[in-house]
């Protein structure tokens, strides 16, 4: 399960389902974690967004 954390006000990062404060060092390795898997296993190919709207005329399509 990924969930989709958020930091507000540049101070906290927050659990968009439970409001609970997660802890920033934790976020960054697990952020980091979650990165070195997807490249691992070529998931994805990181592109300039100027050139998802350039081809498609839209933004790139967000995750979650």
Partial sequence: MILIIEKIEGKKFVDDLTGQ?????LVKKA???EMEYFKQK????????AEAI???????IGVR
């Fill in 31 to 33: 952020r980091r974690l």
């Fill in 42 to 49: 070529n998931v994805y190919t990181k592109r300039p967004r």
């Fill in 54 to 60: 350039a081809r498609t005329g839209r933004p790139p």
């Fill in 21 to 25: 404060v997660l802890g920033e060092r």
